[in-house]
């Protein structure tokens, strides 16, 4: 399962950090984060896809690119994906989620919700004054 926290209202430039906690089976080498607005479709934000060994890339949207940032921790063999979020704006407004991939997909499949077969309940982001 993926259990999303973290989310909260926050003013306009503010910070904001969600996490998504793994736990009860292993996942492929793939997390990301997507966003969706009310009335809108769900929009890909990020991905950490494993490159080998202990090392990973970073995949941004246009949108949050320099604004946010994916990181992930497997210490102690539990695997917390994190998503800092900043200099947030009201656009940014949405419910959060994360998602794993059984696998390693391929760069240009991680915006792509099919990709995922593994999602979390979401965290709502509220960007207000």
């Known amino acids: 399962q993926l259990q999303a926290s973290g989310g909260g209202l926050v003013q306009p430039g503010g910070f904001l950090r969600l996490s998504c906690a793994v736990s009860?089976?292993?996942?492929?080498?793939?997390m990301a984060w997507f966003r969706q607005a009310p009335g809108k479709e769900r929009e890909f934000v990020g991905a950490?896809?494993?490159?080998?060994?202990?090392?990973?890339?970073?995949?941004?949207a246009g949108s949050v690119r320099g604004r946010f940032t994916i990181s992930r921790d497997n210490a102690n063999a539990k695997i917390t994906v994190y998503l800092q979020m900043g200099s947030l704006k009201p656009e940014d407004t949405a419910v959060h989620y994360c998602?794993?991939?059984?696998?390693?997909?391929?760069?240009?499949?991680?915006?792509?919700?099919?990709?995922?077969?593994?999602w979390g309940q979401g965290t709502q982001v509220t960007v207000s004054s």
């Open positions: 998602a794993a991939s059984s696998g390693n997909p391929i760069v240009s499949s991680l915006s792509n919700t099919g990709t995922y077969g593994y």
């Open positions: 950490i896809r494993s490159t080998g060994g202990s090392a990973y890339s970073t995949h941004y």
């Open positions: 009860g089976r292993t996942f492929g080498s793939t």
